[in-house]
């Protein structure tokens, strides 16, 4: 009993490697599945997707931002913008902090 239980974990540690192979995106293509926390450098964003939709002007655009050491994903709806552009990103540390600090209040009692 005790040499077939060793067997299947060793079969175990030599298959998982492989799975995790498998799962590999073989193109350059990025989803929320396959993006990890060092595939973001601090202050910037990583653009998942990006699509126009019906509306001249406007695109419809997924993007990963981190956020004290975890993921923020927006779901944006407007007019296309570049991704390194200093304003979106000090947009983006103020809305992270609030969320972090949950500061969305911002009248004066």
Do not use: W
């Not at 990025?30 to 406007?58: C, F, H, M, Q």
């Not at 931002?65 to 990103?89: A, M, T, W």
Request: hydrophobic share 40%.
């Amino acid at each position: 009993m005790i040499k077939k239980m060793g067997a299947f974990i060793i079969l175990a540690f030599l298959v998982v490697p492989f799975a995790s192979l498998a799962q590999t995106p073989a193109g350059p293509a990025r989803s929320v599945e396959s993006l990890n926390v060092t595939d973001i450098a601090d202050d910037s964003i990583v653009v998942l997707s990006k699509e126009e939709t019906g509306v001249p002007g406007y695109v419809h655009q997924k993007y990963a931002y981190l956020c004290f050491g975890e993921f923020k994903l927006v779901d944006y709806y407007g007019s296309p913008f570049d991704s390194n552009d200093q304003n979106i990103l000090r947009f983006e540390r103020q809305m992270c902090s609030r969320q972090q600090n949950n500061d969305y209040d911002s009248s004066s009692d």
